[in-house]
């Protein structure tokens, strides 16, 4: 697992997730030598990797893959001794918010206790002196935050266990620079979507329920709160900004956003507009539901179980220091990014078989 002493090597934690994927392949063009992390499993999850690594037979010439997880210390210790990196990216998590609140333990473990277990690993191998840390931090620290948009100075407010575990990684990174003069960054990502975002988070969701519906194979998407607004950009964009932390002379933080809001409704509208479903909402509250005008069926509905304990009902980012310090700002649109994620699914759901989509 050695390269060449000029090239340097990344490690990323999470590889196979959408934004490991779309980093790993950033990296590859960069000539780095990249080694991703990947839990073991029953089921074969690699399919955002196809592209540049498929099968043991088949596989990108400076690209590894390890096993190792969050939650074990000696495999994080395994993991690193191998690849002794020059830049390392946690991008590994328990990332679904909702999900949060029925494994608290676990997202705490693995997002929280992780992050100490890496930089712990860093300093055991002297790691902490030659390589640099990016963290990937969320917005949802921020919650119930009394600014709207919020920067790197607006108080935190988390309204999630997923929140408040990732706010202990942000501390301790923020602690161990401080304290042992680690090169350690916090990546304050807003909601980044893509074509490889997971089904069950709520922009994905959308766009695969609605072009299965297109198709006639699912007759009614369900969803909680329509009124959420969030902060929406791409993540094959988001990455850069990633890269771009580690590469500056200092380590320091960034909010990395679009800068403006959509709401959950506003998301359903646009792709509908892209799949020709003419949609009409009817009723209120509880009651409200989204209807096909031409068929006349009701194809959005809501659902008390996607409703949180702890709602956040706006996040924004403020992307000054970001732009000014590191030179990057979003260049696809809210509906690009939408239409991006529709036509993908659209393509990939004509040979499913009728399907519920829960979660």
């Known amino acids: ?60 010439g400076k690209m590894d893959l390890v096993y190792a997880d969050l939650n074990d210390a000696s495999s994080l210790m395994h993991a690193l001794r191998q690849a002794m990196p020059d830049e390392i990216y946690n991008i590994g998590a328990q990332s679904h918010v909702g999900i949060s609140f029925e494994t608290p333990e676990y997202t705490a473990e693995s997002d929280a206790l992780g992050v100490l277990r890496l930089l712990e690993a860093m300093r055991a191998l002297g790691l902490d002196k030659t390589a640099r840390f990016y963290q990937a931090s969320t917005s949802e620290l ?14 935190f407010h988390p309204r999630s266990p997923y929140a408040v575990a990732k706010l202990y990684a942000y501390w301790i990174v923020r602690n161990y620079r401080d304290a042992y003069g680690i090169y350690g960054v916090n990546g304050i990502l807003f909601n980044h979507e893509s074509p490889r975002r997971g089904e069950n988070f709520v922009t994905k969701k959308i766009t695969r329920s609605l072009a299965r519906i297109k198709l006639g194979k699912l007759d009614t998407l369900r969803l909680g709160n329509l009124d959420a607004k969030r902060d929406w950009g791409y993540a094959k964009e988001y990455v850069e900004a990633m890269w771009q932390m580690l590469q500056q002379p200092t380590p320091d933080d960034y909010v990395i956003a679009t800068g403006e809001t959509h709401t959950v409704r506003e998301f359903v509208e646009e792709a509908c507009r892209c799949l020709d479903i003419p949609l009409a909402w009817h009723g209120t509250g509880a009651d409200e539901h989204g209807v096909d005008t031409r068929t006349g069926k009701t194809v959005i509905a809501l659902d008390p179980r996607y409703l ?41 759901v004509e040979q499913e078989t009728p399907v519920f989509i829960d979660g």
């Open 1 to 60: 697992m050695s390269s060449h002493p000029s090239q340097k090597t990344a490690l990323i934690t999470g590889v196979n997730g959408q934004d490991g994927s779309y980093l790993a392949e950033l990296l590859l063009e960069k000539g780095y030598h990249v080694v991703g992390t990947v839990r073991r499993a029953s089921t074969f999850n690699r399919w955002r990797l196809d592209p540049i690594y498929r099968n043991l037979e088949d596989r990108h």
């Open 142 to 155: 921020y919650g119930n935050a009394k600014e709207v948009p919020q920067n790197e100075q607006t108080p």
């Open 308 to 348: 949180r304990p702890t709602e956040v009902d706006v996040l924004q980012g403020d992307i000054t220091k970001a732009q000014a310090q590191l030179g990057w700002k979003p260049r696809v649109t809210f509906h690009e990014l939408v239409r991006l994620m529709v036509d993908y699914d659209l393509k990939h």
